[in-house]
């Protein structure tokens, strides 16, 4: 995986934002964005390597236990946004979760919204916002 498209992840408002463009190889291979599987790619450990380098440099929030997490796929006119939702959800939550540096494990989330969108321009993206939120308690 070539890592000259990575952008860290930033901090604004308590709320961590990570705009993750597609994956590109050296190979020439076509590129990917972060899913579950993809015939001829081990994305397990390019998605793995990626969050490893844009969370980095991240102080993470203090240790809760509950976060929300927002996921929206713009697919563009490459088409790289297509595959079923699930997939790019499981291999997100996944790779956040090699890194050990938001939560500990993806059973900490509570709240998953993961949606597509179609945009006019080339290339596809995922935006991904991650928020800690406060724990509830049944009453």
Known sequence: MVVD???AARVESSIIILNIRPFSYKDKRRPRLPRKQSKGYDLLSDINNYFSIVF?????FSRVNKFKVNIIVSCGKDRLG???LDNYSKAILDGITFTK???NDDKQIDELYIKRVYIGEFTSSILLKIKQIENETNN
């Open 5 to 7: 498209n990575i952008e």
């Open 56 to 60: 980095k440099e991240l102080n993470a």
């Open 82 to 84: 297509t595959a079923d």
């Open 101 to 103: 540096k938001i939560w």
